[in-house]
């Protein structure tokens, strides 16, 4: 079992960035796949990015592409998400998650507290 801790949300103009954290506990983080999520109120929660174990692999949501990049530091047990060129409809609650599928979008059965991004216009 992995337990997650994100970090490094708050409140930025629109056209900023921001970067995520999220530390990881135990030993076998390299064996996880990582992803971030959000979800803004109201909404459903929506997929944002995945990393690959080995973080030689990425997917990410079509409509983020080239202003989120994800990564990952496996000796610090941590993966990141910097965002770029933020709207204010990113404004969410953003997840991080782990899941050890063989897929990089297969189910994510771990999950932290989330970290409140806010873009104001």
């Known amino acids: 079992q992995v337990q997650l801790v994100e970090s490094g949300g708050g409140l930025v103009q629109a056209g900023g960035s921001l970067r995520l954290s999220c530390a990881a506990s135990?030993?076998?983080?390299?064996?996880?796949?990582m992803g971030w999520f959000r979800q803004a109120l109201g909404k459903e929660r929506e997929f944002v990015a995945a990393?690959?174990?080995?973080?030689?692999?990425?997917d990410y949501a079509d409509s983020l592409k080239g202003r989120f990049n994800i990564s990952r530091d496996n000796a610090k047990n941590t993966v990141y998400l910097q965002m770029n060129s933020l709207k204010p409809g990113d404004t969410s609650v953003y997840y991080c998650?782990?899941?050890?599928?063989?897929?990089?979008?297969?189910?994510?059965?771990?999950w932290g507290q989330g970290t409140q991004v806010t873009v104001s216009s």
């Open positions: 998650a782990a899941n050890t599928g063989p897929g990089l979008r297969s189910r994510f059965d771990y």
């Open positions: 135990g030993r076998t983080f390299s064996s996880y796949t």
């Open positions: 990393i690959s174990r080995s973080g030689a692999s990425t």
